[in-house]
Structure formats: C-alpha cells, structure tokens
C-alpha cells in the first residue's frame, strides 16, 4: 500500500520547471507569534494546534518539517507552528502571558528536537507527544497522534 506522503515525496523530487517556488513555500512552517491566536484559528476549524519544537540546524527537523508537516500544512490545511528551542523570539503561552520561544519550551520541559505537541482547547496537550524524528514509521506515528488529537477536539 503506497501511503499518500510516500507520493508527496516523489512528486516533490520531481524538477519540473515552475515547481520549485512552490517546494520551497511547501517546506516552511510558521514560527508561533500567540498560541493563544494560533490555537484559536485551529479549534475554530475543529483541528488542533501541531506545535513543532525545532532547532537550528537540525537534520531530523528539516526531515519532518519538510517531509511531513509542510505538505501537511499546505495541501491539507494543517493548523501547525513552530517554536524554535533556542530562539529569543517572542510568543504568547496559551495562557496568554508573554514569553519566548526558548522559555516556552524550558516551561514544556522538552529536551528533544524534534518533539510534536497536539494542542486543544484550554491550550492542553490532547495527544501523546511524538519525540524525535526517525524516519522509520513516523508517518503512522504521526497520523496516530493527529487522530487521537481530531478525537478529543470533536469530543
């Protein structure tokens, strides 16, 4: 059975002329500004908040931000952001107190880059958070948690 990122990938690989402004658009996630903001835009169209904890430099970052959530977040409409481990920008917690990126994920006590958080309402995580970015099954991992998190927003 050919899993539909399966044919995301090779279609992306393809150098056809035209569709390389579109890959490169396809590969960027959206840096967090206000979970509270963001998180609302996602229940209100009864998904949940994918929060993407990334780092500079990652290669399991890039393997998952491209291969898995950009696709994701363009031609299904994903609500996902990212949040960078390091990164002094500034953010909103769910709750709505200023914060930054960095202190956001000390706050979440997330050690690991890539992690996924599934968000709902309240801000609360809805889904098991999916650590780390191996290559093998993530994509039923990934599918599991975004089920699980559907779910409990429907609920």
Known sequence: M????????LLSSLCLP???????AEKQLPLSSSLPEELARALKSRQPLVVM??????????LVRENYLAPMHVQEGLAVVQIDMQSPRPTRTPAGAATTHGAMVRDWGVKLAPTLLFL?????EVAERLPGGSPDFYGAYLDERLS????AIVL
């Open 148 to 151: 699980q998190a559907r779910r």
């Open 18 to 24: 035209g569709v390389a402004a579109a890959q490169v």
């Open 120 to 124: 709902g309402p309240g801000g609360r």
């Open 2 to 9: 050919i899993h539909r990122r399966n044919v995301l990938q």
């Open 53 to 62: 904890i990334s780092l500079h430099g990652c290669p399991w970052c890039k």
